[in-house]
C-alpha cells in the first residue's frame, strides 16, 4: 500500500512548477488532492493528470489572497472527501526591486502571498482539524496531519533585491514554528522546506526579451539573467539547480508517516548552497 493512501491533500499554486509536482507525487503515493492555480486551465490540467493516472482530484482555481479563498479551499477538501490530512502552502511568485524601487503595492503583494495567504489557510482548517483529532483521541487513536509551508533560502538569508520577498518567507518560518506549538495537542507536523535555485518558468534565463506572468492584471518579470544563474551553479555544492521532481521529494518527506516526529523544523532544499 502507498504510504498516503486515503489521505486528503490541499496544495495551493499548484497547476505548474513545484506545486503541481507535489500534487503528482502526493497523488502517487495515494493521497486525494485539492488542486489550486491562479489560473483554471493549469490546475484543471492537474487534475486532470491525476486522474489519468487513477488517482482522485478536484480544483479550487483562483487567487489565494482573496477574500473567502481560504474556507472555500479546505472546505473543498471536508465536502469532497470527508477529511483533510496534508496542507502544502506553495502558492508564490517573486516581485523584484531594490529597496529604494520598492512600492508599498510590490511589499505588501509578497507578504499576502507568501504569509497572508498560508496563515489563512491554516486559520481555516483549525477547527475542522481540531474536531477531527478530538474524535480520534476519544476513539483511542493517533492519527497525524502534516502541514508543509514552503520557503526560501532567501528567507533565510536574505537575496539582494528581494526585501519584500525575503521578509514574507522568513515570516512564514516564523508562522510555521508557532503552529508547531500550537498544534503539536492535535498530533499535527508542521515544518518548512526552504528551496534554493529550483528550476522552473520563474527561474528560467533572461533571453532578448524578458518574460512576464500576469498576476491579478499586473505583468511580472520573471527570470534570471544568465551570468547569475551560470554563477549559482557554480556556488551550488551539487553543480546545478534542482528539478520540480526533486523539490517535491523533499516536501514529501515531511508528509511521510516516517516524519510523525519531526516538527517546527526547517530542511533547506538547495543541492547544499546554504548562503
Known amino acids: 500500500m502507498s504510504k498516503l493512501q486515503g489521505k486528503v491533500a490541499l496544495v495551493s499554486g499548484s497547476g505548474r512548477g513545484i506545486g503541481r509536482a507535489i500534487a503528482l507525487k502526493l497523488a502517487r503515493e495515494g493521497s486525494k488532492v485539492v488542486v489550486n492555480d491562479l489560473d483554471a486551465e493549469p490546475g484543471n490540467a492537474v487534475v486532470a493528470e491525476i486522474k489519468a493516472m487513477g488517482g482522485e482530484a478536484i480544483a479550487v482555481n483562483g487567487s489565494v489572497v482573496e477574500t473567502g479563498f481560504a474556507d472555500r479551499f479546505v ?21 523584484d526591486s531594490t529597496i529604494q524601487k520598492m512600492s508599498d503595492e510590490q511589499f505588501q503583494a509578497m507578504l499576502d502571498v507568501h504569509l497572508v495567504a498560508p496563515f489563512r489557510i491554516l486559520r481555516a482548517a483549525s ?5 477531527m483529532a478530538k474524535k480520534e483521541v476519544e476513539a483511542g487513536r493517533e492519527v497525524f496531519r502534516k ?14 533585491g528581494q526585501a519584500s520577498y525575503s521578509s514574507a518567507k522568513a515570516s512564514l518560518i516564523g508562522l510555521t514554528r508557532t503552529m508547531c506549538k500550537e498544534w503539536g495537542r492535535y498530533k499535527v507536523n508542521v515544518n518548512c522546506v526552504a528551496f534554493g535555485l529550483i528550476n522552473t518558468r520563474l527561474t528560467q534565463p533572461i533571453e532578448s526579451q524578458q518574460k512576464t506572468i500576469d498576476v491579478a492584471g499586473r505583468d511580472i518579470k520573471v527570470g534570471v539573467q544568465p551570468q547569475m544563474l551560470e554563477a549559482m551553479g557554480r556556488m551550488i555544492p551539487l553543480g546545478r539547480g534542482g ?6 521529494d523533499a516536501v514529501y518527506l515531511f508528509c511521510a508517516p516516517e516524519s510523525n516526529y519531526i516538527s517546527g ?3 533547506v532544499a538547495g543541492g547544499g548552497l546554504l548562503i
Open 243 to 248: 528539478t520540480p521532481e526533486e523539490a517535491a
Open 75 to 95: 472546505g473543498a477538501a471536508i465536502e469532497t472527501f470527508g477529511g483533510l490530512d496534508i496542507i502544502v502552502n506553495n502558492a508564490g511568485y517573486t516581485w
Open 127 to 131: 477547527e475542522p482539524i481540531r474536531v
Open 147 to 160: 502541514v508543509v509551508n514552503i520557503s526560501s533560502i532567501a528567507g533565510l538569508y536574505g537575496n539582494a
Open 265 to 267: 523544523q526547517v530542511i
